[in-house]
């Protein structure tokens, strides 16, 4: 088995959706369709690689940071790292600025659940 894989969801209309799995972990996003879908959102997150994860006796599905509508699916708010290159230098700077911000507002919503869940 390879130990590194990448698959883009195939959906009606242009979903924006990937799956990569690195070693044991698959990591799964959702960044929207082109037209609303019912429970499209769920299925590209949650159940299909859910489901993947069984199949391919895979040690743990990462589906992103945050959000209480994860928490309902049994997923804990997790810290996660992307990375980021803009070749305007201004919006560069704009950007870094708000990821510092956003980082400190992250770390606080995290800290914040896992108090909750001990």
Known sequence: ??????????????SRSAQLRVQSVLYGRYWGCD?????LHFEVCYYHSVEQ???????RFEPGAG????????????VTYSAH???N?????????YLEQEREHVARYVAGHIEEDA
Do not use: Q
Not at 1 to 14: F, H, P, Y
Not at 68 to 76: I, L, M, S
């Open 67 to 78: 959000g209480d509508h994860k928490r309902a699916r049994g997923f804990r708010p997790t």
């Open 89 to 97: 230098a201004r919006l560069d700077a704009v950007i870094r600025r």
């Open 1 to 14: 088995m390879r130990s590194r894989s990448c698959s883009l969801a195939k959906a009606i209309g242009r």
């Open 35 to 39: 037209a609303e879908r019912p429970f």
């Open 85 to 87: 290159r803009l070749g």
């Open 53 to 59: 994860c069984i199949l391919r006796g895979l040690e």
